[in-house]
């Protein structure tokens, strides 16, 4: 018998975020092959879902669509379940949401969830040019939203004279939270939640409580269902990991601070550049922020079975911090064959009423 590594969960209760990360001078078809790769590599490694956040105007990232990268990825893997992590209401009319992920879950049967949020693009231009509503409506989008999902349910009436065009066996709905009101705005709908603890760390405890606290089982779970998403690097060795993550570092800052208009080439000789001393002085301090596991591969699930113990998460969403698409899938890889090693030592809650396998 296995010797336990730390009380956790097995890789099925794993899941996985991407942005499809954008090197300059990468090509969109490249960006989006090697997203398709790491897809891939999660559904052999048997980790439950494969979601795609949704940005715009971010160098560096080129997850702007998250229903399109949807498709593509479910028609090149088999198992796993896709979605978005998540489509920002903010930018969107519920209805036209609802239309194309029933239309994934009319395709891609059992294989679709759709993970919503409340957050705006963070450049106001693109703001604009969205055309997005208030980041107070979100409360009021979500239940439009989730009425026009369930009209094509039995015994459903159409909102209004407004009926979904192929309405079936709806997607699950999540709420992304980054803030306790968000999770109480999840659990008084009865809704399953996942909390970013990769970008708000500060306050998970505070959102655990008000999920917790708040929770009405109104809607499609009986139970709570709560997960955490979290930055990760893992290797062979703790060195090979944090010289990892600190060329993560040097990347992302420098794609950050390149003035706008600078081209493709003056981004790469840039990158190319050997990390500055303040760089290393984020990379290390950014090791002791509790958003990001970074560590060997015994070293990162003990943390991981800590993050589940400590949340008490039905779930974990690993979101590995690398813009090659070979490492992402290297650092699912090392983490999957610590979970296979880990004894589950916890008693876990029960599953929510929807699919989530």
Not at 142 to 171: I, N, S, W
Not at 250 to 279: C, D, F, I, S, Y
């Amino acid at each position: 018998m296995l010797t336990p590594v730390a009380p956790g969960l097995p890789v099925s209760a794993h899941s996985v975020l991407d942005v499809v990360p954008q090197l300059p001078g990468q090509s969109a078809a490249a960006a989006l092959r090697e997203t398709a790769e790491v897809a891939q590599a999660a559904d052999d490694l048997g980790y439950r879902r494969f979601w795609v956040g949704e940005q715009h105007g971010v160098r560096g990232v080129g997850s702007a669509a998250p229903a399109v990268l949807a498709a593509v990825l479910a028609a090149r893997t088999d198992r796993i379940r896709l979605g978005a992590g998540g489509v920002q209401l903010a930018n969107h009319q519920p209805l036209v949401v609802a239309e194309q992920f029933a239309a994934l879950a009319a395709a891609y049967p059992s294989r679709i969830d759709l993970g919503v949020g409340q957050q705006h693009s963070l450049i106001p231009s693109t703001a604009a040019a969205l055309g997005g509503g208030a980041r107070d409506a979100f409360p009021q989008r979500l239940d439009e939203l989730c009425g026009f999902l369930r009209d094509g349910l039995p015994g459903r009436a159409p909102v209004g004279d407004v009926r979904l065009t192929l309405a079936g066996l709806p997607p699950p709905v999540f709420v992304l939270a980054d803030h306790p009101s968000a999770a109480a705005t999840a659990a008084v709908r009865g809704l399953p939640v996942f909390l970013a603890h990769h970008c708000a760390a500060a306050v998970t405890p505070a959102a655990v409580a008000a999920y917790r606290d708040h929770f009405e089982p109104t809607g499609p779970t009986v139970k709570p269902y709560l997960a955490v998403t979290v930055g990760v690097v893992a290797a062979d060795s703790e060195e090979e990991a944090i010289i990892r993550f600190a060329e993560y570092v040097r990347v992302k800052t420098r794609l950050g601070t390149t003035g706008p208009r600078a081209t493709p080439a003056e981004l790469m000789a840039v990158l190319e550049q050997p990390l500055t001393g303040r760089e290393r002085g984020r990379a290390e301090r950014m090791l002791d922020d509790p958003s990001t596991i970074v560590g060997s591969r015994a070293s990162v699930v003990a943390e991981l079975g800590g993050l589940v113990a400590s949340t008490t998460a039905d779930e974990i969403m690993l979101v590995p911090l690398a813009f090659d698409g070979l490492v992402r899938s290297a650092i699912l890889r090392t983490i999957a064959a610590g979970l296979t090693r880990m004894v589950r030592t916890i008693p876990r809650h029960a599953p929510p009423l929807i699919a989530t396998a």
